[in-house]
C-alpha cells in the first residue's frame, strides 16, 4: 500500500491578488489612452517649378476631412504640373493637366514615413530619399518600390474634397 501525503495548497494573498488586478487595469487604461504623437503641421505648398518658394497654406484639419466633405482646397490653389500637400490629411493635390486633379497619400511607400516635401511634381521622402511624381504617384527614385496610394478626391465646381 502506498501513501500519499496531502500537502495544503497555499493561496495567492489578497494583497497579490489586488496588485495583480491594479497592474493589469493600469495597463488597460495607459493603452486607451494613447496618442498619435506625430507632429502636426500646415499644409505645404510648391509652385509647379522646382525649387518654388514654399508658403503656408490653410486647409482644412483632419478632423473636418473626416466630417466627409469639408472643402480641402479650391481648384486655383492647385498648380498645373504640381501639386499642393496637406500635411494633416496626410495627402497630396495634384493637377497634372488643366482641370484634371490627382490626389495621393503622403506616407511613403518604403517605410511608412510622412512625407512633405515637394518640389515641382516631385514629392521626397526625408527618410531614405525616395521621389515620387505626385502627377501619377510613380517611383521617380529609389529605394521605394511601389507607387503612392491613391486618394478620392471629388471636385465640385471650384472646391475640392476628401472623398
Known amino acids: 500500500m502506498t501513501s500519499e501525503s496531502v500537502q495544503p495548497v497555499s493561496a495567492p494573498s489578497r494583497r497579490a491578488v489586488v496588485t495583480a488586478v491594479g497592474?493589469?487595469?493600469l495597463?488597460?487604461?495607459?493603452?486607451?489612452?494613447?496618442?498619435?504623437?506625430?507632429?502636426?503641421?500646415?499644409?505645404?505648398?510648391?509652385?509647379?517649378a522646382a525649387g518654388g518658394a514654399t508658403t503656408e497654406a490653410g486647409g482644412?484639419?483632419?478632423?473636418?476631412?473626416?466630417?466627409?466633405?469639408?472643402?480641402?482646397?479650391?481648384?486655383?490653389?492647385?498648380?498645373?504640373?504640381?501639386?499642393?500637400?496637406?500635411t494633416d490629411?496626410?495627402?497630396?493635390?495634384?493637377?497634372?493637366?488643366?482641370g484634371e486633379f490627382?490626389?495621393?497619400?503622403?506616407?511613403?511607400t518604403h517605410q511608412k514615413c510622412p512625407m512633405k516635401d515637394l518640389a515641382g511634381d516631385t514629392l521626397s521622402c526625408a527618410c531614405h530619399g525616395s521621389q515620387f511624381s505626385v502627377l501619377d504617384g510613380s517611383v521617380k527614385k529609389g529605394p521605394a518600390t511601389q507607387p503612392l496610394?491613391?486618394?478620392?478626391i471629388s471636385v465640385s465646381g471650384d472646391s475640392i474634397t476628401l472623398a
Do not use: M, N, R, Y
Open 23 to 25: 497592474a493589469a487595469g
Open 27 to 48: 495597463a488597460a487604461a495607459l493603452t486607451a489612452c494613447g496618442s498619435d504623437d506625430e507632429a502636426s503641421g500646415s499644409s505645404t505648398e510648391q509652385g509647379a
Open 60 to 86: 482644412g484639419s483632419s478632423a473636418d476631412a473626416g466630417a466627409g466633405g469639408a472643402a480641402l482646397a479650391k481648384t486655383a490653389d492647385i498648380p498645373e504640373g504640381g501639386g499642393k500637400v496637406f
Open 89 to 98: 490629411e496626410k495627402v497630396v493635390v495634384s493637377q497634372p493637366a488643366a
Open 102 to 108: 490627382k490626389a495621393f497619400s503622403t506616407i511613403c
Open 149 to 152: 496610394e491613391a486618394k478620392q
